[in-house]
């Protein structure tokens, strides 16, 4: 009888670990498409979430040319094909992130800092933690990044990162050593470069 309880106790006990080991840390990977759209121009994406620990990453390379037709001047847009020209080397990635629940991913409790610290990271400091590999076996640091501040009236956190000197004919690969939420090396694998509609 002693027996009996010991061994199913230890079953027990034995499923219960096994359990919330594989619930832990679910890696779920999608990739879908995203369009983008200006002065009858379009193009289509791919956009690429991996899900881990209830944080959806995703993401997107932005096409080139709408991002050039987006901030240049009005006076300019004639100038788009040199300045494309000029800037052909150059690649742009989205990169956002949500909790599952919609909560607001600055706080301590996700980033073991306060929330004033977070921005601050997000603002000054994320740029460090991407490189990119190209299909040519490069590895790219990130020049630059932009942490686009919606002040709470949207769901996600969105970062615009910059990344230079790159073969507009190869396929990249984005690392991200995520020092943020503490989930690790993520990957985001792009086998296709953005299409123009």
């Known amino acids: 009888m002693f027996?009996?309880?010991?061994?199913?106790?230890?079953?027990?006990?034995?499923?219960?670990?096994?359990?919330?080991?594989?619930?832990?840390n679910k890696i779920k990977t999608s990739t879908n498409s995203k369009h983008y759209s200006f002065k009858q121009q379009d193009w289509k994406s791919n956009q690429i979430t991996q899900f881990i620990n209830d944080i959806n990453y995703t993401a997107t390379e932005v096409p080139l040319k709408y991002y050039l037709l987006k901030n240049i001047?009005?006076?300019?847009?004639?100038?788009?094909?040199?300045?494309?020209?000029?800037?052909?080397?150059?690649?742009?990635?989205?990169?956002?992130?949500?909790?599952?629940?919609?909560?607001?991913?600055?706080?301590e409790k996700y980033t073991q800092k306060?929330?004033?610290?977070?921005v601050k990271y997000l603002s000054f400091q994320i740029?460090?933690?991407?490189?990119?590999?190209?299909?040519?076996?490069?590895?790219?640091?990130?020049?630059?990044?932009h942490f686009e501040r919606n002040f709470k009236v949207a769901p996600f956190?969105?970062?615009?990162?910059?990344?230079?000197?790159?073969?507009p004919n190869d396929n990249i690969k984005l690392i991200y050593q995520d020092q943020l939420f503490g989930n690790g090396i993520i990957k985001f694998n792009f086998q296709e470069i953005p299409l123009k509609l």
């Open 157 to 167: 956190k969105r970062a615009l990162l910059y990344f230079t000197n790159i073969n």
């Open 114 to 118: 306060s929330y004033e610290d977070a």
């Open 127 to 145: 740029e460090k933690d991407f490189t990119l590999i190209t299909s040519s076996n490069d590895t790219i640091q990130c020049s630059g990044a």
């Open 3 to 24: 027996l009996r309880r010991c061994f199913l106790s230890f079953f027990l006990l034995f499923y219960t670990l096994l359990l919330s080991c594989n619930n832990s």
């Open 73 to 107: 001047d009005e006076n300019d847009l004639g100038n788009v094909d040199s300045i494309y020209n000029a800037n052909s080397k150059e690649r742009i990635l989205e990169i956002e992130f949500q909790h599952a629940n919609k909560e607001d991913l600055l706080k």
